[in-house]
């Protein structure tokens, strides 16, 4: 018989029974314990993925912040400058009546002294007369 039972081997050598299941008792535990560290390697890259995508969403999200404040701060900036080119407007616009008003007050002024001095020439012609 080609198959011998687990008593005849032990009969004619024990120890290759011995050998024999000790040998299929470490592969079995290899087997067991390749299998952990496929199962752990598993849960820690899983953990890495998960960590990755935190980090990830966590920059995305201050991505958007910083992209909504540096919006805010460009209406604000826009704002400003509207305002300030309104302002401009306004003072150019009152430079410009000044400078009209000045130009008038200039020309009434130097009418009024011809006047003056025609009025002193006459002055003096009636004193010396």
Do not use: C
């Amino acid at each position: 018989m080609i198959i011998e039972t687990a008593a005849q081997v032990v009969q004619r050598d024990p120890w290759t029974l011995i050998g024999n299941l000790s040998t299929t008792a470490l592969v079995v535990m290899a087997i067991v314990g390749y299998a952990l560290d496929r199962r752990i390697e598993r849960r820690e890259r899983m953990a890495g993925q998960e960590r990755y995508r935190e980090q990830n969403e966590a920059g995305i999200r201050r991505s958007e912040q910083m992209h909504t404040e540096n919006r805010e701060r460009l209406e604000q900036l826009r704002l400003f400058r509207d305002a300030q080119e309104r302002l401009n407007l306004r003072r150019d616009d009152q430079i410009s009546i000044l400078a009209t008003l000045g130009a008038t007050a200039s020309e009434a002024l130097k009418g009024f002294n011809r006047r003056l001095e025609l009025i002193e020439d006459q002055a003096k012609e009636a004193r010396k007369t």
